[in-house]
């Protein structure tokens, strides 16, 4: 069984930080780029971060860059966003996606919201 779960949103305040967690199963992860993707009510789902199967390429919207770290463990099937300098426009779900061998799974979520 498939599964993509991702963990440590919360409520921080501008400025400061977060790791977010994606834990995934039943699949070849190493086989798969991984991403991150964050969605807010009205408005598209925003692609913030690539990570190839391999973790040697990473490529960041231009919205996050510099404050966005992409990072994979293949031995653990774990892929890690580290965020920074938080802002208030950083408020969203942020879901990892799996893509790879013709085949794209999503989890479901975690929220992350910055307010002071």
């Known amino acids: 069984q498939v599964q993509l779960v991702e963990s440590g949103g919360g409520l921080v305040q501008p400025g400061g930080s977060l790791r977010l967690y994606c834990a995934a199963s039943?699949?070849?992860?190493?086989?798969?780029?991984m991403t991150w993707h964050r969605q807010t009510p009205g408005k598209e789902r925003e692609l913030v971060a690539f990570?190839?199967?391999?973790?040697?390429?990473?490529i960041y919207a231009d919205s996050v860059k510099g404050r966005f770290t992409i990072s994979r463990d293949n031995t653990k099937k774990m892929v890690y966003l580290e965020i920074k300098r938080l802002k208030p426009e950083d408020t969203a779900v942020y879901c990892c996606?799996?893509?790879?061998?013709?085949?794209?799974?999503w989890g479901q979520g975690t929220q992350v919201t910055v307010s002071s």
């Open positions: 996606n799996a893509r790879g061998l013709g085949r794209d799974y």
């Open positions: 039943g699949f070849t992860f190493s086989s798969y780029a």
């Open positions: 990570i190839t199967g391999t973790g040697g390429n990473k």
